[in-house]
Each structure stands twice: as C-alpha cells, then as structure tokens.
C-alpha cells in the first residue's frame, strides 16, 4: 500500500460522502466541503483545546498500558512457570468487555482525567499482554540456547532477545487498539467532562443540533485516530526495519 | 581439555542416553561425532555447552565441572541462531555486546576479559563485509553460517562446538565452510567438536570420530582419522575406505 493508493481511497471517501450528503439533502448530513470549512474554522476556536485533551488521554492510556503490559508479557512469556500461573488468570480476565467498568472506575478513581485514563489502559493491557506473551514464549530455543551459549543469562536475553523480538507484536498490538482506544476515549467522554473530542461532538450534535461543527469533531477524532496509526506505521518501520526486507 | 566421567543421561520417560559413558578430548584436537537420528549427539554437544547437565556423571573442561555455558566455549547451530532484527555486523557484534553488559564477572564474561576492537576483522576475514549492513533474511546459508562463525570467534573461545552447521547447505558451500572451519581452528589452536549425521563430513572434519550407537550409549566408540586436512584427502582411497568402515560400523549397530 502505497501513500498513492491512500490518497485515491481518501478522495473516494470523499466523493462518496459529497453524492450521499447531495442525495439525503437535509441538515443532518452536511456536504464534505461544509464541514471542512466549519473544522478550520473551529480548530481556530474550541476545538483545538478539545483535540490535545483527548490526545493527552488517549497517548496516555496508551503509553501506560504499553510501560505495563508489554514488560508483564515478556517476563510472562519468557518463564514457563509464570506462564502457567498467569495464562489461566488473563484467559478469564480477557473476554470480559472493560468499558462496563466505567462507571465502578469513575466511582473509584473520581471524574477527572486519571479514570478515562485507567479505563484504556484496562482495555489495552490485556489486548497488549496477550500478544508479547505470545511472541515471548513462542520464540525459538535455538535463538535462545545461541545467546546462552554467547555468556548471556537472564537480563541480557531480555535486553537482547526478547525485548526486540517482541517488539512488533507491541507495535501491532497498539495498532490493533487504536480503533478501541479512540472508540473508548469517545465513551468516556460523554460524561463528566467539559473538554475532550466525545464531549465535543455530543454537545455540538445532540445539545446545540449545529451538525456542521458535530462533522468537525468527527474529524478531529479520524485525524486522531490516523495520526497515531500513521505514528505505529511510522515507529514500525524505524524499529523493525528487518521486517521490511526481501 | 574435556573428560567426561560415568556420564548418565535420560529424558523423562524415555530409553536413557548414556549410561556409564566416560570419554576425553584433548586440547586442539578436531573431533567429530557420528551417528544415527536420536542416539544423543546433540544432547553430548549440549552437554558440553553447559546447556544440558547429566543426571549424574562429570563434564569438566580444564577441569572445572560445566555448570553453566562457559564464556570460552563457542557454540554454533544448524540454524545458525542469528537475530533477525540485527544486521550481520550487529550480530558478529552481539557475543562482545553481551559480555560488556556484564562486564568481566567470570561467570557471563571471563575475568581477564578486555573489550577488543576485532569485529570488523572478523568481518573482512570471514567475507562478509559487502553485506555488513544486511539482515539474516538478505543472506544466503552460507553467508548466515559464516556470520555465526565470525560471531563466535571474535569471543576468542578455546573450544568451538558446532551442531550439524552444514547440512543445509549446497555441496560447494558446505565443502568451503568445511576447510574454513579446520583452517580457522588450526591457527587460533581451537579444539574443535562438530555434531554431524553425514558420514562424509565426519571423515573430512575428524581427526577422530566418535560413533555413537542407538541408546544406551556406554562405551565411547573412537576411530582415528589422522589424515584428515591434507591436501587431496577429500579423494584419496583412505578418505573413502574411512567412510566404508564408518558406514559398514552404523549399519551394523542398526542391524
């Protein structure tokens, strides 16, 4: 996939969006062309503000779950004996849907930043730790007894095995969760907040039924979500160049 | 060097691989050893790589008893064991990177050890230089086999172990690989152990065989081969009559 093929998809989303709103033809869908106008404008105003808010609390989220998770899972998935201890414990605690926590989370951890903020990180922990463990203990023992065999106990096959080896499956983790993030992020701003994105394009939408602006926001979060997934993308191939040879 | 006493050794369950097994290497010799599938070479070699410990018996080399790998015994396997994520320099690196991270504690890294500035040596001396800058997947086998062995030998080891790290390759790589390895160990005095199932190769890397039989393996079966690495020897009528006896003692022990 190349920045050419994006490119062309964007412009057929685009066009698609512009025939659809032309079609419907009421306020509820306003043409592309409107909205982009009316995000420029807004970004000169509030929306800016709401965009870095829920861009701190998602980076957030998500850098703390990476500081956790990913860490748990190589010390999980590189000892047998832990595996067997914790595996059973985050196969149970994996399928239970997280964002049915929010309010237990919110009566915890109060309504500020630190809730939304715990929230993705519960969701992104077990998406990220599943995935490291899995790449931890599935590395070969062939790799691992060459290392050994080179004078390297258990810290140096972390720094020089397993920590690299796992390192795109901390990066696909985080590409896989940041549709999840963004999703959660919008949840947990729907309440108890004046400022972040879900805020925003609720309040625009449902409270002020200015639909042009509501576009906007939804924009603004796309962007946010694209501009992280550009980033993965980005720290993929700076990290993991091997991955990108023939 | 080596000496391996009353040697017992078994997986769980299973018939035992050595019972009563005692054997001794000297310093510098080339040895190889040989035999069928399942007989237990690899696990000898690992033996002696402190990666595997007997159930009961002794391992020693300069008589200290093996316990865990030892920093100057080097260890090359069939798949060669690079990283992928690093470039061929990275990993001809990696042996010395892993003993700065210790530092010279005399358990990772020998006390003596003193950081050296031999990497790109090894390097231009194995061949690699025009792919350095490569990973493992832009090689070839041969190339990849002669990472692993510039990795291992810029660590300097005394005792070189290798587990089937020819059979992959085609008959003109491996032949070259072959007369590096017993080049290499000539001049730096490196007593070499080489895992093989090729009777051809044991022959050509072994000043002395050891044939080990289906388990329980207790009495170590020895042929000397002295005339091994001499010019011509490859096809010389000792060469081939060495394979004949070497072939006609596995079928007979399969038998």
């Known amino acids: 996939m190349t920045r050419h093929d994006i490119l062309l998809a964007a412009g057929a989303i685009f066009l698609l969006w512009q025939f659809t709103a032309m079609i419907v033809d009421m306020p509820i869908l306003p043409t592309p062309i409107a909205v982009i106008i009316v995000f420029f404008k807004e970004l000169q105003n509030e929306l800016f503000i709401h965009f870095a808010v829920s861009l701190w609390r998602v980076t957030a989220g998500m850098l703390l779950s990476v500081l956790v998770a990913a860490p748990a899972g190589l010390v999980i998935g590189g000892s047998k004996r832990l595996n067997r201890i914790f595996s059973p414990i985050i196969y149970l605690l994996y399928p239970i849907p997280k ?69 795109p499956s901390i990066l696909t983790a985080l590409r896989q969760s940041i549709g999840t993030a963004v999703a959660v992020l919008y949840i947990t701003e729907l309440s108890a907040t004046k400022y972040g994105l879900g805020y925003y394009i609720y309040y625009k939408g449902s409270t002020l039924l200015d639909y042009p602006s509501m576009y906007a926001g939804v924009i603004a979060m796309s962007v946010l979500g694209l501009g992280m997934y550009f980033t993965v993308d980005w720290l993929e191939r700076k990290w993991c160049q091997w991955k990108f040879v023939n | 060097m080596i000496n391996i006493q009353s040697l017992e050794f078994e997986y769980t369950h299973h018939t035992p691989l050595f019972q009563n097994f005692n054997w001794k290497i000297s310093r510098g010799e080339t040895w190889a050893i040989l035999g069928p599938s399942g007989c237990g070479k690899t696990t000898l ?16 080399i300069n008589d200290e008893q093996i316990t865990r790998p030892r920093p100057h015994s080097g260890l090359i396997l069939q798949d060669y064991g690079l990283l992928p994520w690093s470039t061929v320099r990275e990993n001809v690196e990696l ?26 040596s090894w390097i231009q001396r194995l061949g690699l230089s025009e792919v350095a800058d490569k990973f493992p997947a832009q090689l070839s086998g041969g190339q990849r086999q002669r ?44 007593t070499l152990v080489i895992v093989t199932h090729a009777i051809e190769e044991a022959a050509v890397l072994g000043k002395k065989i050891l044939l080990l039989d289906a388990p329980p393996n207790q009495t170590a079966r020895i042929f000397e081969n002295p005339n091994t690495g001499k010019n011509g020897y490859r096809n010389s009528p000792e060469f081939h009559a060495m394979c004949e006896r070497l072939w006609s003692e596995m079928h007979r022990s399969a038998s």
Do not use: W
């Open chain 2, 95 to 120: 042996g010395v990177k892993v003993r700065n991270f210790y530092g010279p504690d005399g358990k990772h890294t020998p006390d003596n050890f003193i950081p050296k500035d031999n990497i790109e």
């Open chain 2, 147 to 190: 990472t692993a062995i510039a990795r291992t030998l810029a660590l300097e080891p005394d005792l070189l172990l290798m587990d089937e790290p020819f059979s992959s390759l085609d008959a003109i790589t491996r032949e070259d690989l072959q007369n590096l390895t017993l080049s290499l160990c000539e001049e730096q005095n490196i």
């Open chain 2, 45 to 60: 070699l690992y033996l002696l790589a402190g990666l595997k410990f007997p159930s009961s018996g002794e391992v020693t």
């Open chain 1, 99 to 167: 964002v049915v926590f929010v309010p237990v989370v919110i009566l915890f951890l109060g309504i500020g930043d630190t809730s939304k903020i715990i929230i993705m990180f519960l969701i992104l922990f077990f998406q990220i730790i599943v995935l490291v463990r899995d790449q931890a203990s599935g590395i070969a023992p062939q790799l691992i007894q060459s290392l050994q065999s080179l004078g390297a106990g258990r810290r140096a096959l972390f720094r020089f095995v397993y920590l690299p080896a796992s390192l």
